[in-house]
């Protein structure tokens, strides 16, 4: 299992325009993101302003695929494998042999 950065972004020719609606649209956003936290497999989110933001989940990669699939088309996305501390230490380790 991996550890992943995903920066995202809106597509902002699918927000809608007006507030109300944009505010909808959020809400129904962010529930998927809280469902994602209680599940686990996202274990931080963050908004930057700018319509933006970060999230760090982990799973296989067919999992992280699943993950990004429900919010497309709405949403875009960069991810980013992570390396931990101990995967660090072990590649630091092989290079001393």
Do not use: C
């Not at 998927?32 to 686990?40: A, N, P, R």
């Not at 699939?69 to 230490?89: E, G, L």
């Amino acid at each position: 299992m991996g550890k992943y950065l995903l920066l995202w972004k809106l597509d902002q020719t699918k927000v809608p325009v007006d507030p109300k609606e944009r505010a909808g649209a959020w809400t129904r956003m962010m529930n998927m993101v809280k469902q994602d936290l209680e599940k686990g497999i996202t274990k931080d989110w963050g908004a930057i302003p700018g319509q933006r933001g970060y999230a760090v989940s982990e799973g296989t990669e067919v999992e992280i695929v699943k993950l990004l699939q429900q919010y497309i088309p709405y949403v875009t996305f960069k991810v980013h494998p992570v390396v931990s501390v101990s995967q660090t230490d072990e590649v630091l380790e092989a290079m001393l042999k």
